[in-house]
């Protein structure tokens, strides 16, 4: 069995009951959550042995936590317990023309003050076939940005493939560093990068020609993205392949999502998806990760049915509460075969 190893933050969830505001709200719903943790939830569902690694409080909100990985098959025997508290991410969610909110309460968590030579990551990877991390997690403090760069190394070292998600939060980097000085020397050591139609922009300046996201009306052109993906490599000689998700927003309830990937030589495009009625797509792109490794690992080396499972599996996070994709292989590969009737199955 292949395994999996992801790095990062998991916060505890509060959402607002339906599609309340703030102000409206009495009560709030908990869950967990958090870019790496939602991907190795993704990967335990699919049949890969994945493993979370990060830094917990010592108190029972985060021993549930740990329960909560544990339920759906993740393990966490490597997690590091220390540090002040778990961070805290409340969500407020958007109705049509109404976007979502998000409002952080992360500062001084666990994670950030970790110590970089706290974990033993030659030990950690040993026998791991796969290693991933996020840009959210160096944008939490310099201590979490060098823990990061010390795994990525080892893994290097192991030759272990390395994946990231550039995932670009500019409420995040608040510590004195700027994306652009911190993230190129995580970036130097991976194999397959993702981003968004912004993240490349935002974090390297570099963006695709004669694109204008405030202009698409929900309809994004997938080749107009081959120059981002082209000067990615350009720019991170160790890249075999740069993923871009391409995410058009008609409004909060209703969006259209594709993807594209580029192997150094060929674009391949995935089919669109036309997601109306959303139900919850926090942790959209964490779906889309966990599809594309399980795809990779999986497909023989097939890049476009690995796009197209990623695609598809994101596609159904979207009518799914909560950070987790909780889906079925089964389900996915229905739905690339195109059954998106959504009857019932008896």
């Not at 272990?160 to 500019?170: E, F, G, H, P, W």
Request: charged share 25%.
């Amino acid at each position: 069995m292949k395994k999996v190893i992801t790095f990062g933050e998991i916060m505890l969830r509060l959402s607002t009951p339906g599609f309340e505001r703030f102000i409206q709200a009495k009560s709030f719903n908990a869950s967990f959550g958090g870019g790496e943790a939602n991907v190795a939830v993704s990967l335990a569902n699919y049949g890969i042995n994945a493993e979370f690694i990060t830094r917990l409080p010592n108190n029972e909100i985060a021993d549930s936590c740990i329960a909560e990985l544990n339920k759906y098959g993740v393990e966490t025997k490597n997690i590091i317990r220390g540090g002040e508290r778990l961070g805290i991410y409340f969500l407020e969610s958007g109705a049509v023309a109404r976007p979502s909110k998000v409002i952080y309460d992360r500062a001084h968590s666990s994670i950030s003050t970790i110590d970089p030579d706290s974990i033993d990551w030659g030990k950690i990877l040993e026998g791991a076939d796969w290693f991933h991390w996020t840009g959210i997690t160096p944008a939490l403090s310099q201590a979490a940005a060098d823990a990061c760069l010390k795994a990525i190394n080892a893994a290097n070292k192991l030759g272990i493939t390395v994946s990231c998600d550039l995932n670009y939060r500019k409420n995040l980097w608040k510590y004195g560093k700027t994306p652009a000085e911190v993230m190129p020397a995580l970036v130097e050591g991976c194999d397959i990068i993702l981003g968004n139609e912004e993240d490349a922009e935002k974090v390297f300046g570099i963006k695709p020609k004669g694109f204008d996201a405030s202009t698409t009306g929900g309809h994004i052109e997938s080749a107009a993205f081959r120059s981002v993906c082209e000067q990615m490599m350009e720019k991170f000689s160790r890249a075999k392949k740069v993923i871009i998700t391409l995410r058009g927003s008609i409004n909060a309830n209703h969006n259209t999502w594709a993807g594209v990937l580029f192997d150094g030589k060929k674009l391949y495009e995935s089919k669109s998806y036309d997601i109306t009625h959303i139900v919850d797509r926090v942790g959209g792109g964490d779906s889309f990760m966990g599809g594309l490794i399980y795809g990779l690992l999986t497909y023989n080396e097939n890049d476009l049915k690995a796009l197209e499972f990623a695609v598809a599996a994101s596609c159904l996070k979207h009518t799914i509460y909560g950070d987790f994709n909780l889906v079925t292989v089964a389900e996915v590969e229905n739905l690339m075969k195109g059954d998106s009737s959504g009857r019932v199955i008896r």
